[in-house]
């Protein structure tokens, strides 16, 4: 199974590549189409077909390529946006839907595996939250009186499940885990089991919206009464790449040496940014799950680095024995902490998305995946309101949160390595990579570890910013919107829908 970058997930070992039962049918005409094979598009499709209607997934590449190949599958009610936030900003009756939704959304997935009978190891188990500093513990105060005054259930706890120092600690119930692409690949399966139909490799390149809206894709054309992009990011530019900032997170599977040391339950800190932990038994090995260090998209100059202060991070804590499994990955983090799900933006009608899931992706799928399919097939939904991607909320810091994506590539293109020969850009040591001018045009080198260079325009095409290199992922990661691309330029994350354009560096070297 394929992922969006160049690491190994604790996901993918033993995970073969998805193969679909039905094939992409010329000028068809569905109820919905929805864009993006991940937990929300494939949730999605499942509920709708439930619901009566067809429905057909065109994902682009393949199932679970995106974000939930690379999760680290918390499922809570405990939310990265904390209920005293949500109170003070959207109103304590929203704080209580959210609470609602949420459970709602960790008791779904707990039905589906359920009835589908899901082999993903779906575990309920407690989610503790522990401060180590005086401010800490003032802010854990304020996060357990509004989740419990929402109707979360939480208490205060005097242990946690790991050694690490704390003044105080909360634990939230029923929280869960589950091996996230065991689980899609069960919802997928049933849900062609039932006559749906997905298709993989299978682009969006075109969206017209008449009486039913047209939609080319890379294997041809298909017509729908509704469509929903399900695809982290909606492609295209829309406002909601001004509302949502791309963020990377890393992670560490680690075996342990002391077999008892794994801890029971799901557990973070309170730093900033945070760590968050689990265990996780696959065919009866059993890892440590560590993820934290995130950091905008493109905003770190060697994301190695991130890794190692993980690494030591848990070291610091646990006789480590072997570092399994490291990857990277992306979310969204929404401008004022809740995400977009509804009617996209500019496109009142049949269009919809999910997006801006922050770090509760698994979560938010799932829940997006009950409001989508109310409002397309009742019209209407209870968490409508609370989650309008249409919605303007005044947030302090708001100004700020979209500035700071605009200096950012001011930096990068007043940064850009100046060279005269182009000659020199073969100096790249194998496995480097940088952004050079040649005769006033930019181009993204990648040396790779045979010495082949690869080379392409790094005007990201979304609109334009300048792509950054990622050591880790061997991407080049867009620091606006979070559009990455492979090293030979292939879009891998949307916003962005046409690949970066390749350059012959030898053509240039023979001008
Ligand atoms: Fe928007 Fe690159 S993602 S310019």
């Not at 919206?209 to 992009?229: C, H, P």
């Not at 799901?266 to 009866?284: A, C, K």
């Not at 004022?336 to 922050?358: Q, S």
């Amino acid at each position: 199974m394929k992922r969006d970058g160049a690491t190994i997930s604790l996901w993918q070992p033993g995970i073969t590549d998805y193969l679909p039962k039905g094939s992409f049918k010329e000028n068809a005409i569905y109820d919905v189409v929805i864009v993006g094979g991940g937990i929300t598009g494939i949730s999605t499709a499942l509920l709708l077909q439930k619901a009566g209607r067809s429905v057909m997934i065109a994902e682009a590449q393949n199932i679970g390529f995106g974000t939930t190949g690379g999760t680290t599958a918390h499922l809570n009610t405990l939310m990265d946006c904390s209920y005293d936030h949500v109170a003070n900003r959207f109103g304590k009756d929203n704080a209580k839907l959210l609470a609602k939704g949420t459970r709602l959304a960790l008791d779904k997935i707990r039905e589906q595996v359920k009835e589908i009978d899901i082999q993903c190891g779906f575990k309920e188990e407690p989610g503790y939250l522990f401060a180590q500093d005086r401010q800490q513990s003032k802010e854990l105060e304020k996060i357990f009186e509004a989740s419990k005054e929402a109707g979360v259930e939480v208490e205060y706890s005097s242990t946690t499940p790991m050694p690490i120092p704390f003044s105080k600690a909360i634990v939230f119930a029923r929280q869960a885990s589950f091996h996230p692409t065991r689980y899609i690949y069960g919802l997928a399966e049933a849900f062609e089991r039932a006559g749906g139909s997905i298709v993989q490799d299978c682009r969006v390149t075109k969206v017209d919206e008449n009486e039913l809206i047209d939609i080319d894709t890379s294997k041809g054309s298909v017509r729908a009464k509704s469509l929903v992009y399900a695809t982290h990011i909606p492609p295209g530019v829309n406002m909601l790449h001004f509302r949502c900032a791309p963020y990377r997170s890393y992670v560490l599977a680690v075996k342990l040496s002391n077999p008892k040391d794994y801890p029971e339950g799901l557990v973070y800190d309170m730093q900033e940014p945070y760590h968050y932990f689990r265990t996780e038994e696959i065919d009866g090995q059993k890892f440590l799950v560590a993820g934290g260090e995130d950091h905008k998209t493109a905003h770190e100059e060697n994301t190695e680095n991130c890794f190692l202060r993980l690494e030591n991070y848990i070291k610091k804590y646990y006789e480590v024995e072997e570092i399994a499994f490291k990857w990277s990955s992306q979310y969204f983090e929404p401008a004022d902490g809740l995400p977009y799900i509804g009617h996209l933006p500019g496109h009142p009608g049949n269009m919809y998305v999910a997006t801006g899931f922050g770090g509760n992706g698994m979560t938010y799928g799932a829940l997006a995946a009950i409001i989508l399919t109310e409002m397309i097939v009742a019209g209407q939904c209870e968490f409508e309101k609370l989650f309008d991607p249409n919605r303007v909320k005044p947030v302090a810091g708001f100004n700020n949160f979209v500035k700071e994506a605009a200096d950012v590539v001011g930096s990068l293109v007043s940064g850009f390595f100046s060279k005269t020969k182009l000659e020199e850009f073969t100096e790249l040591a194998k496995g480097e990579a940088r952004v050079v001018k040649f005769e006033g045009q930019a181009i993204a080198l990648y040396k790779d570890e045979n010495g082949k260079l690869h080379a392409v325009n790094p005007a990201c095409t979304h609109i334009k910013c300048t792509v950054n290199w990622n050591v880790s992922e061997k991407s080049w990661d867009c620091p606006c919107h979070g559009s990455r691309f492979s090293m030979d330029g292939e879009v891998l994350t949307a916003p962005a829908r046409k690949d970066l354009a390749t350059i012959n560096v030898e053509e240039l070297v023979e001008k």
